[in-house]
């Protein structure tokens, strides 16, 4: 039978995975706004005045901008290997 169970288990797994994806690349996203955000210049500003020096954060900025990107790519490797996946299954159970 086509779409058979072993197919629906897929696709509801599948989709459980895009949307942790989803929730993970939003968590990364709220956290690029708030390093960007003005509040975050003034606190840098508040602790350059209490201490005499400036926290860095470009290389955080930096690892955070690499995280979106990477993050935003993977979608794409999971439906790539979830059509391959689709594709090889020859319907019966098993694969072709």
Known sequence: MAG?????????????????????????????????????????KRIKGQTGSEPDLTELKTAIEEAIRSTQAVPVEYRVRHDEGRRNFDGSGGHK
């Open 4 to 44: 058979g169970p072993d197919a629906n288990s897929a696709a509801r797994e599948y989709s459980q995975l895009l949307r942790v994806h989803e929730q993970l690349l939003s968590q990364i996203v709220r956290s690029r706004d708030e390093l960007l955000a003005p509040s975050m210049d003034l606190l840098v």
